[in-house]
């Protein structure tokens, strides 16, 4: 179909073609194209790495730091999830196996390093239940033994008031120094006991 346009005096002929509104074939892509995106897809290894959405900080460092350095000293590419996107893993892609499996062996470990660091940087209590009787001797003359733990350590004790019916002293603090406290507290029991 042909129409006539006209622009300042001057006559073109605009030619619609005659299949516009059917559907165009693609024409083919050229062999050396169509081996390269098979060589790219072939090539191409992916592996993925589990992480909670909290720990992902880790892997990409300040202002992505690391994960710059994961790209360039192993070659490959690290996608991480967006925050807050559920639980989508890390993904590492990259053309060489051994650096793909190495940089989701690094990418491990530094979740794992993250995990230790929170786990022993949070606070933890746990509570001993040691009879009402031996309070006053755990607590000692004027509070000296509670003091010396508490100051020593860096932990909070709590032993409830001579009047409160639990038996419960609570320790409290990070917990390399609660497991260090609980057991100074028993062998602080442990020498009352001998000495009945």
């Not at 194209?33 to 592996?47: C, D, K, P």
């Not at 230790?116 to 746990?126: F, I």
Request: contains cysteine; glycine residues 6%; charged residues 30%.
């Amino acid at each position: 179909m042909n129409s006539l346009i006209t622009n300042n005096g001057n006559e073109r002929r605009a030619h619609r073609p005659a299949n516009e509104g059917k559907k165009q074939k693609t024409r083919p892509l050229d062999p050396w194209v169509t081996r390269m995106r098979a060589q790219w897809v072939e090539e191409n290894i992916t592996e993925s790495v589990k992480a909670p959405n909290s720990l992902l900080g880790a892997v990409i460092g300040p202002g992505g730091s690391i994960v710059k350095e994961l790209q360039d000293c192993f070659k490959v590419r690290v996608l991480v999830p967006r925050k807050g996107a559920g639980d989508e893993p890390i993904l590492i892609e990259g053309k060489n196996k051994n650096q793909v499996r190495d940089a989701a062996l690094r990418v491990k470990q530094l979740i794992q390093n993250e995990e230790e660091r929170r786990r022993v940087n949070t606070p933890v209590s746990r509570s001993l239940s040691i009879p009402k009787a031996y309070h006053s001797k755990i607590i000692g003359f004027q509070g000296q033994n509670i003091r010396h733990l508490t100051s020593s350590l860096k932990i909070h004790i709590m032993v409830p008031h001579k009047y409160d019916k639990s038996e419960l002293i609570t320790l409290t603090g990070l917990p390399q120094q609660v497991d260090q406290g609980v057991n100074e507290v028993y062998d602080l029991m442990k020498k009352l006991f001998l000495k009945r």
